[in-house]
């Protein structure tokens, strides 16, 4: 059984940071690549980035590239998120996946709850 538990969430004014975490339990996902996904209300679930299963190699949806990072160690995912915009506001969710460079939401097999993520104007 996996577990992922998101944190980190909360309101922040534009051009504010914010850093989320993701924490992993049960069997482990050293072999899984470690994704990020928002939803904003009334839209799909979007890819924002992923990091390999090795940790060196990150990539990023276009809209977030430049802003946000992602990183792991053995225990958490982290998503550093810099000069956020009002259209960053969505529920953030970590996923893992076993696919090579996943990008869609069908590609990964475990998912955490979300974490709110709101950006003021």
């Known amino acids: 059984q996996v577990q992922l538990v998101e944190s980190g969430g909360g309101l922040v004014q534009a051009g504010g940071s914010l850093r989320l975490s993701c924490a992993k339990s049960g069997r482990t996902l050293s072999s899984h690549t470690m994704g990020w996904f928002r939803q904003a209300p009334g839209e799909e679930r979007e890819f924002v980035g992923a990091?390999?299963?090795?940790?060196?190699t990150t990539y990023y949806a276009d809209s977030v590239k430049g802003r946000f990072t992602i990183s792991r160690d053995n225990r958490l995912l982290y998503l550093q998120m810099n000069n956020l915009k009002p259209e960053d506001t969505a529920v953030y969710y970590c996923a893992a996946s076993l696919q090579t460079l996943p990008r869609r939401s069908s590609d990964y097999d475990y998912w955490g709850q979300g974490t709110q993520v709101t950006v003021s104007s």
């Open positions: 990091v390999t299963r090795s940790g060196m």
